[in-house]
């Protein structure tokens, strides 16, 4: 019996993680909505972190669910698709000074390209071991950087209305596009099986410690030429029996 009553809690430690991932995304919305972009993109940090943990935490503990896969789908549509659309909306905004147009409102194709994307992945056989099309929380990651990057070339280009309304339109077309991009999935630890993504890792974490916020857009500019670079390079390998 005390192993049972071990058991249930146990096994709905993934789903907590999720929900908390979720409200995370709540409070960001809250705080873009009031004008507080760079709160609101930390809030994404968080919700990105618990994405990854309850993953992690679903495989140490073997507590998989077909309510965990759809749970895990809801939070992110909020704290990867709802919430960074907030944030490039005030960006564009703040950016135009037109309170009252419609022009604000494009962002808001980041939230309706997200939900498909998710809705694609969930029946999408293919992607069990890389992804087509970009993932929601590297979407959203770059969208995050753009209120807290501090170097002057890059606050002169997000006051561009134009750039953030062509970042924008091109963020939502990667969430959907028809690219195959590297999953960092690790079957084992070992260097020969894995040393790509080691190395990807590392360049990250330098370029991180360099440019803070604004390595974002760039480790994200990386990890789809790899990705295109890797996928090209498996097609020209001849196939063998």
């Not at 753009?146 to 134009?162: M, R, V, Y």
């Not at 970042?167 to 969430?175: K, S």
């Amino acid at each position: 019996m005390p192993k049972k009553l071990l058991t249930y809690p146990v096994k709905y430690i993934p789903n907590i993680i999720t929900l908390s991932n979720l409200l995370i995304g709540c409070f960001g919305i809250v705080a873009a909505s009031q004008g507080n972009l760079e709160m609101a993109a930390y809030f994404i940090w968080i919700a990105a972190l618990l994405d990854f943990a309850d993953g992690l935490v679903a495989r140490a503990l073997k507590a998989y669910s077909t309510i965990g896969a759809d749970l895990d789908s809801l939070a992110d549509m909020v704290s990867f698709g709802v919430l960074p659309s907030f944030i490039m909306f005030g960006l564009i905004q703040n950016s135009t000074g037109l309170e009252n147009t419609w022009i604000p409102y494009i962002a808001f194709s980041i939230a309706a390209f997200s939900a498909l994307r998710l809705a694609i992945f969930n029946v999408d056989t293919r992607q069990k071991d890389k992804f087509i099309g970009l993932p929601t929380p590297a979407s959203a990651l770059l969208i995050s950087a753009l209120p807290l990057g501090t170097l002057a070339w890059f606050q002169t280009l997000i006051a561009s209305p134009a750039f953030l309304i062509v970042l924008t339109l091109v963020d939502a077309y990667l969430l959907v596009a028809n690219l195959e991009l590297l999953a960092f999935k690790f079957k084992n630890y070992s260097w020969a099986e894995n040393k790509l993504k080691y190395v990807f890792m590392a360049i990250s974490i330098v370029l991180f410690i360099l440019f803070r916020a604004v390595a974002i857009p760039i480790v994200t500019l990386l990890y789809i030429l790899l990705s295109l670079i890797v996928s090209t390079k498996s097609e020209a390998e001849p196939q063998t029996r």
